[in-house]
């Protein structure tokens, strides 16, 4: 088994960044989801809400960020290193909010103008628990960037396969492995291998893991992530088949044990 593809997503519900390798950090990859757009109210507005916001290319950079749209101006925006943090949660319902530093007006305005809406983007200088640990069987620890849950998301190019293959028989077209918005992807092992992970130690190059858990999919995966345009699928069909305790499961949180570089083509190992 071996990793096949890496992403990031700088600005949490943004467009994804391909790569051939990165850092693994406490918290997830480096320059994941460490910024976030938040209501007047702090909290994250997400493409759950707006499925416009794949149409934002955030690039991160040493320092900052440069932000991207068809129709509006690239912006850089330099990690904010002073100011009064602001205390945001990731969801309304989220229990612990965490204290970001606000971006600034031009940041605002760039991404209140292209949402139409008032909105700010924060930065997480400084990744922390943003989920009590009674809350989940396997805890996430306490350093988690503006990720849902959990600091990594891996999926099974494999399982896509098997997902789509149902599509096929209901007369859908299949979906790209885009729209589960994951990290890490591995191929070379059989569909819904890891279902049987939960709970194990992983390897990945020379970088360890631990396999905290299957993802609980939402409304976000029947998002066109290059267009926006939104259906039922693969919801659905999900819904017919991976339906676990009224959790529709694809892919697989992963929280770090070590740090160091991963890369395509590294060995996947799952010990235990």
């Not at 493409?47 to 916001?53: F, I, K, N, S, T």
């Not at 320092?63 to 945001?88: I, M, Q, Y």
């Not at 291998?193 to 190059?205: S, T």
């Amino acid at each position: 088994m071996q990793l096949s593809a890496i992403h990031t997503y700088p600005v949490k519900g943004c467009h994804r960044l391909d790569h051939d390798g990165a850092q693994v950090r406490p918290w997830g990859l480096a320059g994941d989801r460490r910024w976030m757009v938040v209501d007047a109210a702090g909290v994250g507005v997400t493409q759950r809400e707006v499925a416009g916001l794949v149409a934002v290319r955030a690039e991160a950079r040493d320092g900052g960020l440069t932000l991207r749209a068809h129709g509006h101006r690239d912006l850089d925006v330099p990690e904010p290193s002073d100011g009064e943090p602001v205390a945001v949660r990731t969801f309304r319902s989220r229990k612990l909010p965490v204290p970001a530093l606000p971006a600034g007006p031009a940041a605002d305005a760039w991404f209140s103008a292209l949402l139409d809406r008032p909105v700010r983007l924060v930065w997480l200088a400084r990744p922390t628990r943003h989920i009590p640990a009674e809350d989940r069987e396997h805890d996430t620890g306490d350093q988690v960037s503006f990720a849902d849950a959990y600091p990594l998301l891996l999926a099974n190019a494999a399982s896509l396969d098997a997902l789509n293959g149902w599509l096929a028989d209901a007369g859908e077209p299949p979906v790209p492995m885009t729209r589960f918005r994951p990290n890490l992807v591995v191929e070379g092992v059989t569909a819904w291998a890891e279902d049987e992970w939960v709970g194990r130690p992983l390897r990945i190059g020379g970088v360890r893991f631990r396999a905290a858990g299957p993802c609980d999919r939402c409304v976000v995966t029947t998002t066109d992530q290059e267009t926006g345009v939104r259906g039922k699928e693969p919801l659905r069909t999900l819904g017919r088949y991976r339906n676990v305790r009224q959790k529709l499961l694809f892919g697989l949180n992963l929280v770090p044990v070590t740090t160091g570089r991963v890369a395509v083509g590294d060995e996947v190992v799952v010990d235990g």
